[in-house]
């Protein structure tokens, strides 16, 4: 299974909501990535977890907040966010032992902020 | 801004000729990265170039990296309509537990059948 699954495709949300946003591996990676990807711009990243530890935060704003409960899962928590957030948040995974340095992505979650 | 560039930023050819994207990057790195992102979807790794290579050919895809120009080219041979896409260049200088990857402007490549 080389999957990185996301949770959900599209989102919603209005400027007073909390949501979250999740992502799956079960390739054994021990880093996980969370990155934002405005319209025709590349991907920036915000988070990075490495067993299971946030080991990078890039002065991300405190409304977004990141989880890693499992070396498997990923979640982003959202919370008062602002239209500009608006955005495709997508996770990525890499193997640390490996030495590969591929990093695998999901799908993306399409957010939308009102 | 750690930000690579890439030029051209849109590229539109026929079926059948060849594509070349160039990136430019600023920090010495551990590796180049080639990434394919279809559209509004996610990446898709093609290619990894390490600092100490200078070629790399995988499949209809061949990277050269030049590390004195702090340089890449990405040459797709034979394009396909399949291969429209976004390409990403992403270089790594992290040289720690975490590969921190910075992503290059991006070129469109549309491929006309």
């Known amino acids: 299974d080389t999957e990185v699954t996301q949770t959900p495709k599209h989102l919603v949300m209005g400027m007073t909501n909390k949501k979250s946003l999740k992502c799956e591996q079960h390739m054994g990676h021990r880093a996980m990535y969370w990155y934002k990807q405005k319209a025709k711009k590349p991907p920036e990243l915000m988070f990075v977890y490495s067993y299971e530890k946030l080991s990078i935060n890039e002065s991300v704003p405190s409304r977004f907040s990141p989880e890693c409960p499992n070396s498997s899962l990923l979640n982003l928590h959202l919370h008062a966010l602002q239209p500009e957030d608006s955005a495709l948040y997508l996770c990525a995974s890499d193997d640390l032992a490996g030495g590969t340095d591929t990093q695998y992505f999901g799908p993306g979650t399409r957010l939308t902020v009102l | 801004s750690q930000q690579g560039e890439e030029d051209p930023q849109a590229l539109s050819i026929q079926e059948g000729e060849n594509a070349t994207m160039n990136c430019s990057y600023k920090t010495s790195i551990n590796n180049l990265q080639w990434y394919r992102q279809n559209s509004g979807r996610g990446l898709v790794h093609l290619i990894l170039i390490r600092s100490n290579e200078r070629e790399k050919h995988s499949g209809r895809l061949r990277v050269t990296l030049d590390t004195s120009k702090k340089s890449s080219s990405l040459l797709i041979t034979a394009s396909r309509a399949a291969d429209t896409a976004s390409y990403f260049c992403?270089?790594?200088?992290?040289?720690?537990?975490?590969?921190?990857?910075?992503f290059g402007t991006g070129t469109l490549l549309a491929v006309q059948p």
């Open positions: 992403a270089t790594d200088a992290s040289g720690g537990a975490t590969n921190k990857l910075i």
